[in-house]
């Protein structure tokens, strides 16, 4: 719901330009990553996940990067729409049991 | 297909009060779970229910309780509301094996006055 956004990082892209969200792991042995997206008053919805072994992985419009280097993801979303608007946040998966979530980032799409 | 599904949406309390969230999944998963969410923190982890007749704590316990009914009903309850336990508390299941990816149900904003 509201209180969800409050305190969150906040990205404000205009409609049909990329948007790119950031996000910084802490684990470097975790297993697997997944992005999810929440809507305003829903819960968390699966978007996108990438294994440790990968770089980089494509859905329907997004993209997910992955660094090990410097233990950092990010998610892409091509030609961003009205409806991309949500909270996206990351986790992080160690040992297939460990789940830890990050923060978030508020996506707002300027008509 | 409803998935999983939270009963109420909304609840408000007085300290000391105590009352009972209500989870039900219909996807045949053996594992849920219960998390709270907080504004700046990301979501953090109540209990857990590896499967039926099972239930381990999570990062923050404490003040909780919860009961596996059945392999599709998974419940939180608080016995004593306290305003530090003001939030927004998401139920969720998972396929076996596990691979971190959750499905959650729509949420109970909880106020404890």
């Known amino acids: 719901g509201e209180s969800v956004g409050l305190h969150l990082p906040t990205l404000s892209v205009q409609e049909g330009d990329n948007s790119i969200i950031n996000c910084a792991y802490s684990?470097?042995?975790?297993?697997?990553f997944i992005w999810y997206k929440q809507e305003s008053g829903k819960g968390p919805q699966f978007i996108i996940d990438?294994?440790?072994?990968?770089d980089k992985r494509q859905g329907q419009r997004v993209t997910v990067l992955l660094n090990k280097t410097v233990k950092h993801l990010s998610l892409q979303i091509a030609a961003t729409q009205p409806g991309d608007s949500a909270v996206y946040f990351c986790?992080?998966?160690?040992?297939?049991?460990?789940?830890?979530f990050g923060i978030g980032t508020k996506l707002q799409v300027i008509p | 297909n409803a998935g999983v599904t939270q009963t109420p949406k909304f609840q408000v309390l007085k300290t000391g009060q105590s009352m009972t969230l209500q989870c039900a999944q219909d996807?045949?998963?053996?594992?849920m779970y219960w998390y709270r969410q907080d504004p700046g923190m990301g979501l953090r982890l109540i209990y857990y229910?590896?499967?039926?007749?099972?239930?381990d704590k999570g990062e923050v316990p404490n003040g909780y309780n919860v009961s596996r009914l059945n392999k599709r009903e998974f419940s939180l309850r608080l016995e004593s509301a306290a305003p530090s336990q003001t939030s927004v508390y998401f139920c969720?299941?998972?396929?076996?094996?596990?691979?971190?990816?959750?499905?959650f149900g729509s949420g109970t904003q909880l106020s404890v006055l």
């Open positions: 969720a299941s998972s396929e076996q094996p596990f691979t971190g990816k959750l499905f």
């Open positions: 684990n470097s042995a975790s297993d697997y």
């Open positions: 990438i294994r440790s072994n990968m």
């Open positions: 986790a992080e998966i160690y040992s297939y049991q460990k789940v830890t």
């Open positions: 996807m045949n998963h053996n594992s």
């Open positions: 229910s590896a499967s039926e007749g099972t239930t």
